[in-house]
């Protein structure tokens, strides 16, 4: 493999995770848009979310099989289809205005995005220096930062309107006036997700096109592993880690619309902007954090990070108005180096196993799928603010995580570079 190959290879991997970023970092934006065309209740609308990341649970290992067969580069073309196909059936979702239409297209394109990020994420570990796998792959993820920043201020932007009615004006008008107005709301993701789906499918074109280098990690991993996956404690643990970091992410994002206003009466389009300045801090937080990983192993970084996101979450938590806002804020530059930080941990030394045990943390994905949803129960239990103690609760685990993998010597990767 020449270095002017890596290269390209790396340039266009990480344009994969650019789109997954921008997919993805949309469902803040529907869960309010939809809950209001559709007339949804708070369970309801988190069912987008579960709608996404189940599919992480259910294609993730399926995807890894079959990029074991067929390669990196034929795994990461089918998802780019699937995750077109499933933009396009939008179009007709919110032409009949159909809650479980729109579910079904938002799994067809976390379908495809699985696809992707089992083959990117150690896609990416392994174009170069086993030692700086860490570093390359949380600057990749630093363009998945970029599209969490972009997604919801084009969608505020494009697909909200600012407008709610409220249960007497609709009670005020006619079915055909209300259903004009919800028809119009529903008709708002039209336009944005057709461009993102010919977006999607241009680039499907240019990975078919060029010729890509096949990564056979059993014989660029320095260590071969024998016997059963299952045997691997810290690939599980990793799982487990990425399982309720993922949750914890999707729980702080996704409500963070409705927090705003109930705890500091924002409304949705201004909320959904602070939602992008929180994901710019995001972004601001994968560079950052993979220049201090020349200075400090990865595991303590990710140790340090989530004790700090505990303590902002209780502030969320126990104070008022928009400090309480700006704690949420504050919490997403902390996570940022979590998820690559994660991953690169959980897969080290695997060797044959790699693709396999990828499959295995992408699925863990499914966390996003469970946590909301338990989380809109605790707040119609209690309140929204304090349901923000689900996520806190999370974090815990990817500490535990990183002190077990802060005695590992050999997974301490970066720090010296």
Same mark, same amino acid.
């Given at each position: 493999?020449?270095?002017?190959?890596?290269?390209?290879?790396?340039?266009?991997?990480?344009?994969?995770?650019?789109?997954? +970023?921008? &997919?993805?970092?949309?469902?803040?934006?529907?869960?309010?848009?939809?809950?209001?065309?559709?007339?949804? %209740?708070?369970?309801? @609308?988190?069912?987008?979310? @579960? &709608? %996404? #990341? !189940?599919?992480?649970?259910? !294609? =993730?290992?399926? =995807? +890894?099989? #079959?990029?074991?067969?067929?390669? #990196?580069?034929?795994? !990461? $073309?089918?998802?780019?289809?699937?995750?077109?196909?499933? $933009?396009?059936?939008?179009?007709?979702? =919110?032409?009949?205005?159909?809650?479980?239409?729109?579910?079904f297209a938002l799994f067809v394109i976390a379908s495809g995005l699985t696809m992707l990020e089992t083959a990117a994420n150690p896609y990416m570990t392994v174009l170069g220096d086993a030692d700086s796998a860490t570093q390359r792959l949380n600057f990749a993820q630093s363009f998945n930062g970029l599209a969490a920043f972009l997604a919801p201020l084009m969608g505020g932007t494009f697909i909200l309107s600012g407008k709610t009615l409220s249960g007497g004006e609709q009670q005020s008008m006619s079915r055909e006036e209300l259903d004009s107005f919800l028809n119009a709301e529903a008709s708002s993701v039209q336009l944005p997700f057709l461009i993102i789906g010919v977006t999607v499918l241009l680039v499907a074109v240019m990975i078919w096109r060029t010729a890509l280098p096949e990564i056979k990690e059993e014989e660029n991993s320095a260590n071969q592993v024998t016997g059963s996956i299952w045997a691997e404690k810290n690939l599980i643990l990793g799982v487990l880690a990425q399982f309720f970091y993922v949750g914890a992410q999707v729980c702080i994002s996704s409500f963070f619309i409705r927090f705003s206003d109930k705890v500091a009466g924002v409304d949705e389009k201004t909320a959904a902007y602070v939602l992008s300045g929180a994901f710019l801090s995001f972004m601001i937080g994968r560079f950052i954090g993979t220049y201090l990983m020349r200075f400090v192993a990865p595991p303590r970084l990710l140790a340090l990070y989530s004790l700090i996101n505990i303590a902002l979450l209780i502030t969320a938590v126990v104070t008022e108005g928009m400090l309480s806002v700006y704690a949420l804020v504050a919490v997403q530059f902390f996570m940022s180096i979590m998820f690559p930080t994660i991953f690169a941990l959980s897969i080290r030394g695997l060797g044959e196993k790699t693709k396999i045990g990828s499959s295995l943390v992408i699925m863990s994905i499914v966390g996003g799928a469970i946590f909301p949803v338990i989380m809109g129960q605790v707040s119609d239990v209690t309140s929204i603010q304090k349901a923000y103690l689900v996520p806190a609760v999370c974090f815990l685990v990817v500490l535990y995580f990183a002190i077990k993998n802060n005695s590992i010597k050999q997974v301490t990767m970066g720090a010296s570079h």
């Open positions: 493999m020449t270095d002017r190959k890596t290269r390209l290879a790396i340039i266009l991997i990480t344009s994969l995770f650019f789109l997954w +970023g921008f &997919a993805l970092n949309l469902n803040p934006i529907l869960i309010p848009h939809l809950k209001k065309a559709c007339q949804l %209740s708070d369970f309801q @609308s988190a069912l987008i979310d @579960s &709608a %996404s #990341y !189940i599919a992480y649970f259910l !294609i =993730a290992l399926p =995807a +890894g099989l #079959y990029m074991k067969r067929f390669g #990196y580069k034929a795994g !990461i $073309t089918l998802g780019l289809l699937l995750f077109a196909v499933g $933009t396009f059936l939008f179009y007709p979702a =919110a032409e009949m205005r159909h809650f479980g239409f729109f579910l």
